[in-house]
C-alpha cells in the first residue's frame, strides 16, 4: 500500500432533486454525501491508495450515516474530529442542455466551518503520510477553517510531505470578511501541485489566458493557450513543481468536452481530448481527475504525461456516474485510456 494520503476539508449531506426536477417540482430528494477532499479520498480508496480523510463532524445519526459511507468505500476516518452542530448542506437541481446545474448550499455554522486552530494535531494525523491534499473551498468556509488549513500545509512542509492543492474557487462561500485573492496565496506558497481551471487563476491571482471565454468555445479549446497562466502561476508560487490546469469546453449541460495540460520542466504536456455526449453527473469532476492525477503522481512519478492521462480518463467516467463520489477501477480507467471507450456489457 505504500503511504497514506490525506485530505482535509468539509464533507456535506448532498439533496439532489430525482431526474431533471427543477426545486419547485421536487417532491422528494436523493440523499448522498459529497464534498472536494472526501471526494478525492474516496477516488485514491478504489485505487487501493490508503486515504485518510480528515473533518470535523458534529454527534449525531446524520454524521454517523456519513462516516459509514467514507468507511464503506475504504476511506480511513480515524481522524475525524467531533464537535460542532451540524452537517452542512447542499441542494443540487440537474440542468439539461441549454438549462444549467443550479447548487444552493446550506452549510453556515456547520462544524468545520467553526473549527478553530489547534484543534487537529497535525503531526499526529501526518505519520506515515506521503501526501497532503486541500482545496480552495475550505478556507473560503471560514476564518478558523482557514488557520486550520494554514496550519496543515505548513507542518506538511516541515515533515517533507508533498502538498498538492486544487483552488476551487466558489464565489458564493467567501462570506466572513476576507477575500480568496487575500486568504490563498500564503496558502499556496506551501504547494507543490497546484490544479485550477481558467476562471479560478483569474478570479484569485488575476492570471488568464489571453482572449479565452468558457461561456463561448463551443467546446474547442486551444490548450496551448494555458501555458501562460502556467508559467505565470509558477512564478508567482516558486515552490510549485506542477501546474494543471483542466480544460472544459461546455457545448451545453449534457455535453462537454474535456481534457487537460500539465506543466512541469518548462514544458506543457496536453492530454487526449474527451467529447462527453451525454453527462449523468459532473458535480466531482474536478475532484475525479485529482484523485486520478495523485494516484497517477505517486504510481510514474517520472511520467508526468501518463498521470495526466490517468487523470482525464478517470474525470470522463466520473461523468457517467451518479453522486459525488468517482466509484470506478484502475482497470476500468486503464482501459479507457487505450481506447475502449465503446460501452459494450463486460461480461
Not at 279 to 291: L, P, Q
Request: include cysteine; charge should be neutral.
Amino acid at each position: 500500500m505504500g503511504k497514506k494520503v490525506v485530505t482535509f476539508g468539509e464533507i456535506m449531506l448532498r439533496l439532489a432533486t430525482p431526474g431533471y426536477l427543477r426545486f419547485s417540482q421536487a417532491g422528494e430528494y436523493s440523499a448522498t454525501f459529497g464534498g472536494g477532499e472526501a471526494n478525492v479520498a474516496v477516488s485514491l480508496a478504489n485505487y487501493g491508495i490508503e486515504a485518510d480523510f480528515v473533518t470535523r463532524l458534529p454527534k449525531n445519526d446524520i454524521a454517523e450515516a456519513c462516516i459509514m459511507q467514507l468507511r464503506s468505500r475504504n476511506v480511513s476516518v480515524n481522524n475525524i474530529l467531533r464537535g460542532g452542530d451540524r452537517v452542512g448542506i447542499y441542494f443540487l437541481e440537474t440542468g439539461a442542455v441549454s438549462r444549467a446545474s443550479k447548487v444552493i448550499y446550506d452549510r453556515a455554522g456547520s462544524s468545520i466551518a467553526t473549527i478553530e486552530k489547534g484543534m487537529i494535531d497535525w503531526k499526529e494525523v501526518f505519520k506515515d503520510t506521503q501526501w497532503f491534499h486541500w482545496t480552495g473551498i475550505t478556507p473560503a468556509l471560514s476564518q478558523g477553517a482557514a488557520e486550520a488549513c494554514l496550519e496543515a500545509v505548513g507542518t506538511a512542509n516541515e515533515m517533507g510531505i508533498t502538498v498538492s492543492c486544487d483552488l476551487n474557487y466558489r464565489k458564493n462561500l467567501w462570506k466572513y470578511g476576507k477575500t480568496a485573492a487575500e486568504v490563498m496565496p500564503a496558502l499556496v506558497e506551501g504547494c507543490d501541485i497546484i490544479l485550477g481551471n481558467e476562471e479560478d487563476c483569474e478570479k484569485v491571482f488575476g492570471i488568464k489566458p489571453e482572449g479565452f471565454d468558457a461561456t463561448s468555445t463551443g467546446g474547442e479549446i486551444n490548450a496551448a493557450g494555458f501555458e501562460s497562466v502556467c508559467t505565470q502561476m509558477m512564478k508567482k508560487f516558486p515552490r510549485c513543481k506542477k501546474m494543471i490546469v483542466t480544460l472544459r469546453g461546455a457545448i451545453n449541460a449534457n455535453h462537454n468536452t474535456w481534457g487537460g495540460v500539465l506543466y512541469s520542466d518548462n514544458t506543457l504536456k496536453q492530454s487526449k481530448r474527451y467529447d462527453i455526449t451525454h453527462i449523468v453527473d459532473r458535480v466531482g469532476g474536478g475532484d475525479s481527475f485529482m484523485g486520478g492525477l495523485i494516484y497517477g503522481l505517486i504510481t510514474w512519478p517520472a511520467d508526468d504525461r501518463k498521470a495526466l492521462d490517468f487523470a482525464v480518463a478517470a474525470s470522463c467516467l466520473k461523468h457517467t456516474i451518479y453522486g459525488d463520489f468517482n466509484l470506478v477501477t484502475v482497470a476500468e480507467v486503464e482501459n479507457l485510456m487505450k481506447g475502449d471507450g465503446s460501452g459494450r456489457v463486460s461480461r
